[in-house]
C-alpha cells in the first residue's frame, strides 16, 4: 500500500508540488494512448467552436437548440453524480458507518463530475461569456428553472469543494486547516443534499415547458420527481461501477484488509438502488395509466419505451434484488451497467430523441460533438486518477505528523472526516 | 353532460387505486424479500 509524502518530508512546499506534478506510474497504458489523442482532437474541436461559433461542429439548429452536450453531458452527468449526494446523506445524516470508506472517492466522482459535465454547459452556449449573468445580477430571471439550476449548480460545486476539502488539506499536511474544514462538514453536507434535491428536479423542471415537444410518452408533470428517483439510483449504480473500477485499477492504495468490506457495501448499494427502481417503476406506471396512454403503445415510440421502462429499469431492478439475495456481484455489476445505459437512454429520449418526434428531419449529433463528449469524460478520468494516486482518496486517513500532539479525540474525530 | 358507468375500471380511476395498493403490498414483499437470511446483509 502506497503512503503520502508530506511537505515537510519534501522540504518546503515548492519541491513538495513538483514532486507531485511528476508522472507516476506507466505512460504508455492502453487508456493513455486512447484518451490522450481524444482530449487533443476535442481540444482542437473547441477552439473552432469558440472562434467560429455552435454552428461550425454542431447539428444544432433552432428546432433543435439543445443537442448531445447538453442531453448527454448536463442531464445525464448530473444524474450520475447523484451518488455523492446519496453516499454523504447515508453516511454523514443516517449515520451508516459502513459506507464511510467510500465517501471520499464518490464525493470526489461528484465534484468532477459537476466541474466537468456541468461545466460543459458553458460549450452549448451561443454566447458563453453571458454565463455569469444569473450569478452577479445581470437580469437575474427569478421565476426561470434555469436561474435557479445555475445557483445551484455553482453552490453545490463549492458544497462539495468543502466535503472534498479534508482531503487535500490532509495531502498538504495542513493540520489546522483540515480540523476547521473536518468541523463543517455536516452542514455543508446538509447544504448539499438540499441542493441537490432541487437541482436534480430542477434539470426536469427545464422540460416542463416543453409540453407540446416531447413525446406524450415521456412528458409528464411529474418529470422533476421522475428525475430525482433516477438520480438516486443512477448514482448508486455509478458507485457500484466507479468502485468496482478503482478496486481493479487502484489496488495498491487500498488497505488489503479493506477489501473482503467490498463485497458487503456493493450488496449494500445495489439493496438501496433495488427499492428506489421499484418506486421508480410504479410511479411511471401510474402515470402511464393516469394519462391512458395504452394507444400510444401501439407504435414504434411505444416499443423504444418498454424497452426503457421494462428493459432498462425494472429487469435491472430485479437483477439487483436477485443479486442481494444471492450475493452475487457478477449479477449486482451487470444490474449496475443496464441501469446506466436505462439513465442514459431516459435522459437521451426527454431531451433529443422523442423532442421534436413529429419532426421530419432529425437531429443526429455530429462527429465532434462525440468527440468533444468523449474529451470531457477522459478529462474527468485523468484528473480524478491524478488525484487519487496522490491525495488520501482510498487511503487511510492519513495521519499527520502533529497529529499525535492533538487531543485524542479532535484527532478521532479528524480522522472519521 | 359527461357520462361515465361506476363499474368501468378505465373511467373511474379504480386501475390507478388498484396499481396503487398492489404497489404498497408489492414493496413490502420486495423490501422483505432482499432482507430474507440468504442476503444475510
New interface residues.
Given amino acids: 500500500m502506497s503512503r503520502v509524502t508530506t511537505i515537510s518530508e519534501q522540504g518546503g512546499f515548492w519541491s513538495f508540488l513538483r514532486s507531485q506534478l511528476r508522472p507516476r506510474g506507466k505512460i504508455l497504458t492502453p487508456f493513455n494512448v486512447i484518451s490522450v489523442p481524444i482530449i487533443l482532437l476535442g481540444l482542437g474541436i473547441l477552439v473552432v467552436r469558440f472562434t467560429q461559433g455552435l454552428g461550425s461542429v454542431t447539428n444544432l439548429s433552432q428546432e433543435y437548440p439543445w443537442g448531445f452536450w447538453i442531453g448527454f453531458d448536463v442531464i445525464t452527468g448530473v444524474a450520475f453524480a447523484g451518488g455523492a449526494y446519496t453516499i454523504t446523506f447515508a453516511v454523514y445524516i443516517m449515520r451508516m458507518e459502513k459506507y464511510h470508506p467510500i465517501v471520499r472517492a464518490t464525493v470526489l466522482n461528484g465534484l468532477l463530475a459537476y466541474i466537468f459535465y456541468a461545466g460543459a454547459l458553458a460549450l452549448d452556449l451561443g454566447r458563453p461569456w453571458n454565463i455569469i449573468n444569473p450569478i452577479i445580477g445581470n437580469s437575474f430571471g427569478f421565476n426561470s428553472v434555469l436561474f435557479l439550476v445555475s445557483w445551484h449548480f455553482l453552490l453545490y460545486m463549492l458544497a462539495e469543494l468543502l466535503e472534498f476539502s479534508p482531503v487535500v488539506a490532509e495531502w498538504l499536511g495542513a493540520r489546522r486547516a483540515r480540523r476547521i474544514l473536518s468541523a463543517m462538514t455536516l452542514a455543508t453536507v446538509i447544504f448539499g443534499v438540499t441542493l441537490s434535491c432541487l437541482h436534480q428536479s430542477g434539470l426536469g423542471a427545464l422540460y416542463l415547458m416543453a409540453k407540446p415537444k416531447i413525446h406524450p410518452l415521456w412528458y409528464s408533470e411529474f418529470i422533476p420527481i421522475f428525475f430525482l428517483v433516477s438520480s438516486i439510483f443512477a448514482g448508486l449504480s455509478m458507485v457500484i461501477l466507479e468502485g468496482t473500477l478503482s478496486h481493479r485499477v487502484f489496488k495498491d492504495q487500498i488497505d488489503p484488509k479493506k477489501h473482503h468490506s467490498f463485497e458487503?457495501l456493493v450488496?449494500?448499494l445495489a439493496?438501496g438502488a433495488?427499492?428506489a427502481m421499484?418506486?421508480y417503476y410504479?410511479f411511471r406506471?401510474?402515470i402511464f395509466?393516469?394519462d391512458?396512454q395504452w394507444t400510444l403503445l401501439r407504435s414504434g415510440w411505444g416499443a423504444w419505451y418498454l424497452l426503457e421502462i421494462i428493459g432498462l429499469v425494472l429487469i435491472p431492478c430485479f437483477m439487483f434484488?436477485y443479486g442481494?439475495?444471492?450475493?452475487s456481484l457478477g449479477i449486482i455489476k451487470t444490474a449496475a451497467v443496464l441501469t446506466l445505459v436505462g439513465i442514459v437512454l431516459n435522459r437521451l429520449n426527454i431531451s433529443i430523441i422523442a423532442y421534436n418526434w413529429y419532426l421530419p428531419v432529425r437531429y443526429y449529433p455530429s462527429w465532434q460533438e462525440i468527440v468533444v463528449t468523449m474529451m470531457v469524460v477522459s478529462a474527468e478520468i485523468w484528473v480524478f486518477r491524478w488525484i487519487v494516486l496522490r491525495m488520501p482518496v482510498l487511503r487511510e486517513a492519513h495521519e499527520l505528523p502533529s497529529d499525535t500532539q492533538e487531543k485524542p479525540e479532535r484527532a478521532a474525530a479528524a480522522a472519521s472526516l | 353532460m359527461e357520462t361515465y358507468t361506476y363499474v368501468n375500471i378505465?373511467e373511474t380511476?379504480g386501475?390507478?387505486y388498484l396499481?396503487?395498493m398492489s404497489?404498497l403490498v408489492?414493496?413490502v414483499l420486495?423490501?422483505r424479500?432482499?432482507r430474507?437470511p440468504?442476503?444475510?446483509?
Fill in positions: 458487503d450488496i449494500g439493496k433495488a427499492i421499484f418506486v410504479f406506471a401510474l395509466l393516469h391512458k434484488a442481494v439475495r444471492h450475493r | 378505465f380511476k386501475l390507478e396499481l396503487l404497489f408489492l414493496l420486495f423490501v424479500y432482499l430474507e440468504g442476503g444475510k446483509d
